[in-house]
């Protein structure tokens, strides 16, 4: 095991690349219409210390609570920075966050202050939001923020002179506290310190920690731990320059824009690249070509370049299990897809795949400075530099979920192989018992079920019936409307891919039938986490009432809403 390494505050690390390379790029936004915006760490660093000037000027008590709300930016990593150098909290709030879960935040991190980002009400929840925002709330507007109320930023800078020194913050002060998605209940406010916040990067940077001209693309959620920790704050520890998306319909220029050499996603994304290249390029076919010298790297290069992703040096997936088969295609294209294993509580310092050392469908070994065991029950423990300092005014949940130790219960089951290597194999609380009295762990299953191409996410349930199923969602364009025959060979494929499944799973794992729904899963209607994530007990609250005919069909594939087929 390597060792692991304690870096200063982010703080210090962003003025220390300002006096040395000042005007070198660092963030690239694209802005509608106008191009890309362009912004070099010296100027990041002035209007960090602007804005925390300001910030100073409102007289708010020291370890306010500010919160931000809006898509990823560069100007929302500057607020988030700003509110450090004045001695503040910041306090993310998804942008697709429903009104009801934003005031809950709000209120419960007593929120002095709002800054108000990119928002436009059409990739996000704005129109919802904004109409429940307290009236008597201050807010601050950034750049491509929607029309609102609030002092902008524009006006912030002008009007104000860099501050003279940021507020003086000791590593185990409190920079941020981030509210989990929770996939069920309310959501708990982990509190984190900018020891555990620098962390991941100490943990990781003798593996594949990121170099001062590497590039990355930002897009996933700042809101979430894991873009903090993968792109905001490894970018300046390690001085790299960060690019950002502007939408999902500009996702692959913005991709090839940013040529990004390190790469951090969730499974569903690796799945949809897998599984549009597959579509273009069948399997069958692929395996031919790759097979022929020199015709085999051409093609492989070729599709790496289409996805945007020839730079990239090191993949990374976490949040979910991404299936073995998906991971082994990655790599035998040359792409260095690397699984972690993290979570809020832990900063995401837990477990990474090591170069070398990649075992498709385990999340590797420890990182440096993490200490792992599994308890009797199957349950993983760990005890990490990322470590949280608990969950805000919850006392008691924080200490029911530590051990006496000091180890944190993760909620994940799972077990290792003779190289120390982790499997995840469910969470404790998604394991559901059948009428027979068998327990199911649903998460394998549907990481195997999610390679199938078309499918966009996956439920394996059916607690308290005979047998378990499946309820799937399609991805979009999946299937042309009215293609009688494409839904019949997709509807084919699917049946086999089920058998295949079905023949490896013991006896009470082996599925009735997989249900396709027919209206999409999204985080409006709470079926998804904002990080897009399955939230089981909504599914199952919404679909259980239908298994018992569905399972009665005698049909592999069964189509919601549809009468059971005579086939």
């Known amino acids: 095991m390597g060792q692991f390494i304690q870096f200063s505050s982010p703080v210090e690390h962003l003025r220390q690349w300002a006096q040395k390379k000042p005007d070198d790029l660092y963030l690239t936004q694209p802005i509608p219409g106008e191009g890309v915006m362009e912004l070099t760490w010296g100027e990041v660093f002035d209007q960090a210390l602007r804005g925390a000037r300001h910030l100073l000027e409102l007289g708010l008590p020291k370890g306010s609570s500010i919160a931000l709300l809006g898509r990823n930016s560069a100007h929302w990593i500057i607020a988030d920075f700003a509110i450090w150098m004045a001695g503040h909290v910041s306090v993310p709030l998804y942008p697709t966050q429903s009104a009801e879960s934003a005031n809950y935040v709000l209120n419960h991190s007593e929120v002095r202050l709002l800054i ?34 609030g002092t902008d930023w524009a006006d912030i800078l002008a009007s104000n002179e860099p501050l003279d020194e940021p507020v003086t913050r000791g590593m185990e002060d409190l920079a941020t506290i981030i509210y989990t998605s929770g996939t069920t209940g309310q959501p708990k406010g982990v509190m984190h310190c900018f020891r555990s916040l620098v962390a991941p990067a100490g943990c990781a940077a003798d ?78 076919k692929q395996r031919l070509l790759f097979a022929i010298p020199i015709v085999g790297s051409r093609v492989k290069r070729k599709i790496l370049e289409g996805l ?38 832990n900063c995401a310092t837990s477990h990474a795949a090591r170069i070398g050392e990649v075992r498709p469908g385990y999340v590797g070994t420890p990182l ?22 608990g969950y805000y005014k919850m006392p008691e949940e924080t200490a029911a979920n530590l051990t006496e130790d000091g180890f944190f219960r993760t909620g994940d089951r799972g077990e290792t192989d003779k190289q120390g290597r982790l499997k ?15 327990y199911i762990a649903p998460v394998p299953i549907e990481s195997r079920l999610n ?34 025959a494409a839904r019949e060979a997709f509807e084919s494929g699917l049946a086999a891919h089920l ?7 013991d006896h009470h794992e082996r599925l009735g039938c997989i249900v396709i729904v027919r209206e999409p899963w999204t985080t409006a209607s709470g079926m998804l986490t904002p990080t897009l994530k399955i939230r089981r007990n909504v599914i199952e609250d919404h679909y259980l009432a239908g298994a018992d005919g569905w399972l009665g069909t005698g049909q592999r594939v069964v189509w919601e809403g549809e009468p059971a087929s005579d086939r």
């Open 451 to 484: 390679a199938y191409p078309g499918l966009e996410a996956v439920c394996v349930t059916g607690p308290g019936f005979a047998q378990p199923f499946a309820l799937a969602m399609l991805s979009p364009g999946a299937l042309p409307s009215g293609d009688n």
């Open 207 to 284: 593996l594949w920690g990121p170099g001062e001209h590497d590039r990355m693309l930002s897009y996933l959620p700042l809101a979430h731990i894991g873009e903090r920790v993968a792109v905001e704050i490894p970018s300046v520890i390690f001085g790299f320059q960060v690019f950002f998306n502007d939408a999902l319909e500009t996702f692959v220029d913005d991709l090839r824009r940013a040529r990004p050499t390190r790469f951090f996603s969730v499974p569903r994304l690796w799945t949809k690249f897998y599984q549009a290249v597959n579509a273009k390029l069948p399997p069958a």
């Open 424 to 438: 995840i194999t469910g969470r404790t609380k998604d394991l559901f018992k059948t009428s027979k009295g068998k």
């Open 499 to 505: 058998d295949d499944i079905n023949d490896s799973l």
């Open 116 to 149: 108000i980002g990119r928002m436009d009400g059409v990739a996000d929840n704005w129109n919802a939001l904004h109409e429940a925002l307290p009236e008597d709330l201050p807010l601050i507007t950034l750049p491509m923020s929607p029309p609102v109320r």
């Open 368 to 389: 440096n400075g993490v200490e792992c065991r599994i308890d009797e029950t199957g349950e993983i423990l760990v005890k990490s530099p990322g470590q949280m300092l």
């Open 308 to 345: 945007g992703l020839d730079s990239v040096k090191v993949g990374l997936t976490a949040a979910a299990p991404l299936s073995a088969e998906i991971i082994t295609w990655y790599r035998n294209l040359g792409l260095e897809l690397l699984e972690v294993f993290g979570m809020s509580e």
